[in-house]
């Protein structure tokens, strides 16, 4: 049977001015806990001081609370130590005054093995009758008890009944439970928050070993529930994930190649929902600070509309490199708008490089020590791109041709029926196959109607925020004043008699 079920308070061990401790403090402390409903007193725990008391001041202390609590609720006295003899000596005390059972840390600071792990909790078993909570907190000590070796001792150690269990991993606690058939009791030791709800847009999240969130938006104080930034592993068992549907991603399965256009990558979104995910503390960076979400937003969006500076062109390179063979294939990447059109894809490119570039040369130091790009010019680096690559598109498909989209499928190019017929009607210039200009046709396809336009073109225009949202950020920062001072002077208007 179970010490406690429900919640047991780990409470402090109330000192005087003198560095004594308080025990009519603590009498007060343990009575008001018991009044309120506690399920168990936790005395002497990491809270309680155990790593500062003496060794006479900590069993002072348990014989004081046992004492206190008066047998109305059960009295748990922490017993760990990183000298196996002290745990023991602590532990014994702990049963000689009466405490209901113990809650042993593993040993901090000396890193024990997993087998260090077994002869110290067996020791001190060993010594003891009563039960024993084995206490995992590796955030603070440094050493981790795995779930196979909680369980070995759970199974082999018959006062051995529960682990308290603060690696904040629900991994860890799900696997410790299935290796004890659900037997051993378990305490959550982690203090946290339970987040619930759903991000609608998120690329690459499968991929990932984490997922980082954030507000997205300024936040008032009816929003302060919903202020808050964290991460947690994807893999984490409350996620729940909804697959994307992109453009032709049927063709990912069959057995060619050739149709999928960008034959060796692929990128992903799901929907992500959160049902009731736990995070612990340790991984929560806010927590309700309102005033800070607006910045917060702002300043990671700056960020990220600067990146797309420099990851949106490489998108470029590869669709103006395909155009070109494209139009070597159709035998006319000589003729002079073909070479034009080629140009000005080239000059929209590096556009939108130069932005990328600009808003990262005129970043600044923060007094933090890190740097920070330029606000306005990331915020007209990512506008461009929410034009400018939908016009290179434009291009590589007018270079392309009709036969981007009429072309038969690869299964076709090599049936009895029709294979000779399309072999033979896609014969382009000699430097090219029929099967590169299959794949060249199929690249551009892909990256301008379809999955990969996804990245290409459909998360240029949205991704870091729908184009409003760079103009609004780009009225913000424009310092119009100073424009309308320049203004002034030129035309004289000088009403102050400042020039
Ligand atoms: C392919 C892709 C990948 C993405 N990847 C990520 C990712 O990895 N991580 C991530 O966090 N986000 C990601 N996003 C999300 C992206 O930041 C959002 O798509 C973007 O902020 C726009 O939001 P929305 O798609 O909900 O469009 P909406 O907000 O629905 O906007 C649609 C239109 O409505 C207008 N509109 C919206 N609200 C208002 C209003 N209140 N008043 C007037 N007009 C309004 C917008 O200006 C826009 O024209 C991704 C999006 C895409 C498409």
Redesign the pocket.
């Known amino acids: 049977m179970a010490i406690f079920k429900g919640a047991g308070v780990a409470i402090v061990t109330p000192m005087n001015e003198n560095e004594e401790v308080n025990y009519e403090k603590l009498e007060e402390l343990v009575e008001w806990q018991i009044e309120q409903g506690t399920d168990a007193i936790v005395i002497v725990g990491t809270t309680g001081e155990s790593s500062t008391l003496t060794t006479e001041e900590h069993s002072d202390v348990i014989r004081a609370a046992v004492r206190f609590a008066k047998h109305r609720v059960p009295v748990i006295a922490g017993t760990g130590s990183n000298c196996t003899r002290e745990a023991i000596h602590l532990s014994e005390e702990a049963e000689e005054a009466g405490a209901d059972g113990l809650l042993a840390v593993t040993p901090y600071y000396n890193k024990a093995t997993q087998g260090g792990l077994i002869r110290y909790y067996t020791e001190i078993a060993e010594a003891v009758k009563l039960p024993i909570i084995m206490y995992n907190v590796p955030g603070r000590t440094g050493c981790n008890i795995m779930p196979e070796t909680a369980a070995t001792l759970f199974k082999n150690v018959e006062n051995i009944v529960g682990i308290k269990e603060a690696t904040g991993s629900l991994a860890q606690a799900s696997k410790l439970m299935y290796l004890t058939d659900g037997k051993i009791d378990l305490y959550s030791g982690e203090d946290g928050i339970v987040v619930r709800g759903a991000?609608?847009?998120?690329?690459?999240?499968l991929n990932s070993h984490q997922i980082l969130v954030m507000p997205?938006q300024t936040m008032r104080e009816e929003d302060r529930d919903y202020a808050v930034a964290f991460s947690v592993p994807a893999d984490d068992p409350s996620i729940l994930y909804i697959y994307g549907r992109q453009a032709s991603d049927t063709r990912k399965l069959e057995a060619s190649k050739v149709d999928v256009g960008n034959a060796n990558y692929g990128g992903q979104?799901v929907i992500i929902i959160f049902e009731d995910t736990f995070v612990p503390y340790k991984n929560v960076y806010m927590l309700g600070e309102i005033d800070f979400t607006g910045m917060l937003v702002e300043r990671f969006a700056g960020y990220h509309r600067q990146s797309y500076g420099g990851c949106k062109v490489g998108n470029g390179d590869v669709l103006i490199g395909a155009s070109q063979m494209a139009a070597e294939c159709n035998g006319c990447a000589k003729a002079s708008h073909i070479k034009d059109k080629i140009i000005e894809m080239i000059h929209l490119n590096e556009t939108l490089f130069s932005c990328g570039i600009a808003c990262s040369c005129e970043g600044s130091p923060t007094r933090a020590g890190n740097y920070q790009i330029d606000m306005l010019l990331a915020n007209v680096c990512k506008q461009n791109v929410t034009r400018l690559p939908y016009e290179i598109a434009r291009l590589a498909q007018d270079i392309a041709g009709g036969l981007m989209v009429t072309m038969p499928s690869d299964a076709d190019f090599t049936s009895d029926e029709v294979g000779e017929w399309c072999r033979k009607l896609m014969v382009g210039d000699a430097r090219y196959s029929v099967e590169d200009r299959q794949r060249i046709l199929r690249l551009i396809e892909a990256m301008t109607i379809g999955s990969v336009a996804?990245?290409y073109l459909?998360?240029s225009?949205?991704?870091?925020?729908?184009?409003?949202?760079q103009r609004i950020m780009i009225g913000r920062q424009a310092n119009m004043e100073a424009k309308k001072a320049l203004a002034r002077r030129l035309c004289g208007i000088d009403p102050d008699g400042l020039f």
């Open positions: 991000k609608m847009h998120q690329t690459g999240a997205t979104e996804v990245g459909t998360e225009m949205h991704g870091a925020g729908s184009p409003q949202a």
